[in-house]
């Protein structure tokens, strides 16, 4: 229900802009959030925001670089990395919460198959 594009293979400063994209049910009420994982490492939350955009939460790793977005018309919610850096390579994933806008991986319902992207130096 929550499919996940726009990854792919960069260079160290580029810019990507990943889509995940709801279907099968309104995600209007969810907070939608992105995590990622890098290889060989554990899962790790990077951006949140909540169903009506009046709050955001970023980690300090890509505070300033990455920009979390939603557009409830289109029932799809946007991640913007600038600058990527070889260390942000990892399979990214979008969630939706229904009851909290947060960045505990543990509290999301649902979740998409996630989008490679990797950063070449």
């Known amino acids: 229900q929550l499919v996940e594009s726009g990854g792919g293979l960069v260079q160290a400063g580029d810019s990507l802009r990943l889509s995940c994209a709801a279907s099968?049910?309104?995600?209007?009420?969810?907070?939608m959030g992105w995590f990622r994982r890098p290889p060989g490492k554990e899962r790790e939350f990077l951006a949140v925001?909540?169903?009506?955009?009046?709050?955001?939460h970023y980690a300090d790793s890509v505070k300033g670089r990455f920009t979390i977005s939603r557009d409830n018309a289109k029932n799809t919610v946007y991640l913007q990395m600038n600058t990527l850096k070889p260390e942000d390579t990892a399979v990214y994933y979008c969630?939706?919460?229904?009851?909290?806008?947060?960045?505990?991986?543990?509290?999301?319902?649902?979740w998409g198959q996630g989008t490679q992207v990797t950063v070449s130096s």
């Open positions: 099968g049910r309104t995600f209007s009420s969810y907070a």
């Open positions: 925001i909540s169903w009506n955009t009046s709050r955001t």
């Open positions: 969630a939706a919460d229904l009851y909290h806008t947060t960045s505990r991986a543990k509290d999301y319902e649902y």
